[in-house]
T-cell receptor, first 118, second 108 residues
Framework: EVQLLESGGGLVQSGGSLIISCAAS????????MSWVRQVPGGGLEWVSG????????YYTDSVKGRFTISRDNSKSTLSLQMNSLRAEDTAVYYCAKERIFGGFDPWGQGTLITVSS | EVVMTQSPATLSVSPGERATLSCRASQNVDTKVAWYQHKPGQAPRLLIYGASTRPAGVPVRFTGSGSGTEFTLTISRLQSEDFASYYC??????????FGQGTKLEIK
């Protein structure tokens, strides 16, 4: 069974840092691009960052450029997101998702909640 | 950035009836559109990719259509488990991938 399990969420002060991770299983992790998508409380889905299958290419939405860093360890089937200079507006549930070759994200993890207190 | 606009924001439909959800792209995205179902506390679920293709395991009552800038998700014969939020997403022009703001499907 394909599974994604996020960890590392929690409460952090504004300006602080946090690393969240996603453990993948049930598929050949190194063959797929991966992304982080977030949902702010009461809001919709927002793509945050993506990384190519070999990790050579990384992408970010404008609001997190220079603050967030996505990375992956294909030997451990793990995706990570280093988040620095956190702001109240970064408060959200963060999901990791596998990018399908023919489009779309599937599956998604259950999400990890990050709360940034001001 | 491609803006995806969904309508309506909330849709009230009775079980057994049909629901029609709309999604408009601010520019041509070909058929590079996916639809997701999202329930509180759960992982989003892919329903449609390529505007009209259902992945294995998605019930046939979910139908996607459209191309270019106008897209529709139709759910025929609504069942209790279908009441959730639905999002469209484009993957033609990225980064960034962009989602619509969602349609909440409620029981009438």
């Amino acid at each position: 069974e394909v599974q994604l399990l996020e960890s590392g969420g929690g409460l952090v002060q504004s300006g602080g840092s946090l690393i969240i991770s996603c453990a993948a299983s049930g598929f050949t992790f190194r063959s797929y691009a991966m992304s982080w998508v977030r949902q702010v409380p009461g809001g919709g889905l927002e793509w945050v960052s993506g990384i190519s299958d070999n990790g050579d290419a990384t992408y970010y939405t404008d609001s997190v450029k220079g603050r967030f860093t996505i990375s992956r360890d294909n030997s451990k089937s793990t995706l990570s997101l280093q988040m620095n200079s956190l702001r109240a507006e970064d408060t959200a549930v963060y999901y990791c998702a596998k990018e399908r070759i023919f489009g779309g994200f599937d599956p998604w993890g259950q999400g990890t909640l990050i709360t940034v207190s001001s | 950035e491609v803006v995806m606009t969904q309508s309506p924001a909330t849709l009230s439909v009775s079980p057994g009836e049909r629901a029609t959800l709309s999604c408009r792209a601010s520019q041509n995205v070909d058929t590079k559109v996916a639809w997701y179902q999202h329930k509180p506390g759960q992982a989003p679920r892919l329903l449609i990719y390529g505007a009209s293709t259902r992945p294995a395991g998605v019930p046939v009552r979910f139908t996607g259509s459209g191309s270019g800038t106008e897209f529709t998700l139709t759910i025929s014969r609504l069942q209790s488990e279908d009441f959730a939020s639905y999002y469209c997403q484009q993957y033609n022009n990225w980064p960034p991938y962009t989602f619509g703001q969602g349609t909440k499907l409620e029981i009438k």
